[in-house]
Structures are given as structure tokens and as C-alpha cells.
Nanobody, 126 residues
Framework: QVQLVESGGGSAQPGGSLTLSCAASGFISGFYDIGWFRQAPGKEREAVSC????????YYADSVNDRFTISKDREKNTVNLHLKKLKVEDTAIYYCARSTWGCDQYRWLSAHIDIWGRGTPVTVSS
């Protein structure tokens, strides 16, 4: 079965860290652009980060740049997102996603996603 399954969400205090993992099954994640979106309560889903299938180049939204790091684990067929220096405004459901359109600010869009994970919640509060 072709699917993406997220794990690692939870609660953290401002300034804390979490690591999210996206496990791919039914396909080789390295053949696709894989990354993350998030949706905060009452807001639209927004792009967070992705890693390219072509050259492992990465994209980060301005709001998370220098705080989040995306990486591939080819042996485990997973893509991880390390979140640090968390802020209250990072609170959201984080969704893993797959695309073949490319990984940059212009192409990592919800409309280009063909497979979504079910999401994992991240709550940042003091």
C-alpha cells in the first residue's frame, strides 16, 4: 500500500525541540520530492519544508528557516524534520507529503501533492 505515516509529534515548550518522522511504504521515497506542510487551527495549510528527489536540495519557509532541518534516511525509507527553537506559532498539525513537481518555494504547493500523510500534532506552549 502506498502511504506516508508521520510520527514524533507532541508537546514542547517554547525554545524546545521535536523531531518528526515520515515513513514511506509502497514506494521508494528517494524517487520523489518529500516534505512537510502544516495547518494551524483556523488557518490554511502552508508549506514548511521539502527535500528534492533530484539532488537532495532543500526548501524552507521563511517562518522556519534556520530553525527546522529536513533530512532523508534512505535505509529506513524515511524523511525527518527536526524542529528546534520552537515558537508558540509553530503549533499545528504537520502533514508529510509527496510530489514530483519539484522542491522550491514556487513548486512545493498543496496542489502538486499526490500523497498525504494523516498528520501529527505539534503543540508549543509554556
Amino acid at each position: 500500500q502506498v502511504q506516508l505515516v508521520e510520527s514524533g509529534g507532541g508537546s514542547a515548550q517554547p525554545g524546545g525541540s521535536l523531531t518528526l518522522s515520515c515513513a514511506a511504504s509502497g514506494f521508494i521515497s528517494g524517487f520523489y520530492d518529500i516534505g512537510w506542510f502544516r495547518q494551524a487551527p483556523g488557518k490554511e495549510r502552508e508549506a514548511v519544508s521539502c527535500i528534492s528527489r533530484i539532488d537532495d536540495s532543500t526548501y524552507y519557509a521563511d517562518s522556519v528557516n534556520d530553525r527546522f532541518t529536513i533530512s532523508k534516511d534512505r535505509e529506513k525509507n524515511t524523511v525527518n524534520l527536526h524542529l528546534k527553537k520552537l515558537k508558540v506559532e509553530d503549533t499545528a498539525i504537520y502533514y508529510c507529503a509527496r510530489s514530483t513537481w519539484g522542491c522550491d518555494q514556487y513548486r512545493w504547493l498543496s496542489a502538486h501533492i499526490d500523497i498525504w500523510g494523516r498528520g501529527t500534532p505539534v503543540t508549543v506552549s509554556s
